[in-house]
């Protein structure tokens, strides 16, 4: 465990010292996905001019929930972002080969190689947010709840991976998965809202088959006292059923390839 935490550190870091040699692209980068979050923020605003609650949650209850969403994006988007993205040039271009070469695990190469490092300082902007939501709350702030939350943040993040390694996994028997990537992208961006807009089967598809709901609503909702505990346990069991289910996948992946490789 200590050498692949070491080898992580050395990947942060030499991706940081990539970036920074071309600063003046970094601080665009940066500069407009907080534009971006600053605009979903005046939207938010915007709507809570005019109604007092959506669906039962405050202004200050859906900052909450959106400082979430921000959070988790920024957090995947820097760990994997880069990395699911090149799934299918390795695979496609034989280029996996190098790899597997490795005297470590080539999963583990694969999907945190690379660091979005721009994303990395944009967590502290979705903090900022989450910290001002809770500042405006009208509940009590306990302990439980904020390692509650901070539990859920990260399960959202893993279920995160699994979904999205188990679609760049498509590549071994794909030849173009960018489509089908950026179509997850633009799904994930649904989560940012309450999930109580969603109604009948749409919110049983993504709470279930597609369990994406549940990913930033879980924590916001722990936080408010508005869930318990089971909603721990629920997406620890989908973190870990897509955990077993993508490495099912990668070494079925593998065989597949080795075969085409020989």
Do not use: C
């Amino acid at each position: 465990m200590r050498r692949y935490l070491k080898l992580f550190r050395r990947f942060v870091s030499t991706s940081l010292i990539r970036e920074i040699e071309f600063r003046s692209g970094f601080i665009v980068l940066l500069l407009s996905e907080l534009l971006q979050d600053a605009i979903t923020i005046v939207f938010f605003s915007a709507l809570y001019g005019s109604v007092a609650t959506v669906r039962g949650w405050s202004y200050a209850e859906a900052l909450l929930l959106l400082g979430t969403f921000m959070l988790i994006t920024y957090l995947t988007h820097a760990l994997f972002y880069r990395n699911f993205a090149r799934v299918s040039e390795y695979v496609n271009q034989g280029r996996l080969d190098v790899l597997l070469t490795k005297p470590v695990d080539t999963q583990f190469i694969m999907t945190l190689r690379y660091t979005a490092v721009a994303d990395l300082f944009n967590i502290a902007a979705a903090l900022i947010v989450v910290a001002f939501a809770v500042s405006r709350l009208d509940v009590p702030i306990t302990f439980g709840a904020g390692l509650g939350y901070t539990t859920l943040v990260l399960l959202g993040a893993v279920i995160v991976y699994g979904i999205w390694f188990a679609i760049s996994l498509l590549a071994f028997w794909l030849t173009q998965i960018e489509e089908i990537q950026e179509l997850w992208n633009s799904l994930f961006d649904f989560t940012r809202y309450p999930r109580q807009i969603y109604e009948g089967g749409v919110r049983i598809l993504f709470t279930v088959v597609v369990p994406i709901l549940t990913i930033v609503a879980f924590p916001a909702e722990f936080f408010l006292g508005r869930i318990g505990p089971a909603a721990i346990l629920y997406n620890l069991g989908l973190a870990v059923m897509l955990l077993v289910l993508t490495r099912w996948l990668w070494n079925v992946g593998l065989r597949r390839y080795s075969s085409a490789s020989s």
